[in-house]
């Protein structure tokens, strides 16, 4: 059993910067392999991005791909999301979920039925 708490959402102007953390407790942070995903108003929860249990394999989706970094600090059990760049269409909840399986390609780490954690989310609204 882990628990997930994302923290670091917020309201910013298109173009900056942000940094989601998600801290994990229970279960040992490293034996999960982690993501982040998002949520926006009348949409499908989506992808945002992947990482191996030691942080030596990333996954993006294409929508963030050369904004966003995702990585880990197996030490803190926490995972981040920078966020850079940001544009109107990045506003949404974001969560970051935990998984057990071993996920070898972005179809995997894409697939949120897949992961057995959720947090609770944080809100990042980008004004234009």
């Known amino acids: 059993q882990v628990q997930l708490v994302e923290s670091g959402g917020g309201l910013v102007q298109a173009g900056v910067s942000l940094r989601l953390s998600c801290a994990a407790s229970?279960?040992?942070?490293?034996?999960?392999?982690m993501g982040w995903f998002r949520q926006a108003p009348g949409k499908e929860r989506e992808f945002v991005a992947g990482?191996?249990?030691?942080?030596?394999?990333?996954y993006y989706a294409d929508s963030v791909k050369g904004r966003f970094t995702i990585s880990r600090d197996n030490a803190k059990n926490t995972v981040y999301l920078q966020m850079n760049s940001l544009k109107p269409e990045d506003t949404a909840v974001y969560y970051c979920?935990?998984?057990?399986?071993?996920?070898?390609?972005?179809?995997?780490?894409?697939?949120?039925?897949?992961?057995?954690?959720w947090g609770q989310g944080t809100q990042v609204t980008v004004s234009s």
């Open positions: 229970g279960r040992t942070h490293s034996t999960y392999i």
């Open positions: 979920a935990a998984a057990q399986l071993y996920c070898l390609d972005y179809g995997c780490y894409a697939s949120d039925n897949l992961y057995d954690y």
């Open positions: 990482i191996n249990r030691s942080g030596s394999r990333t």
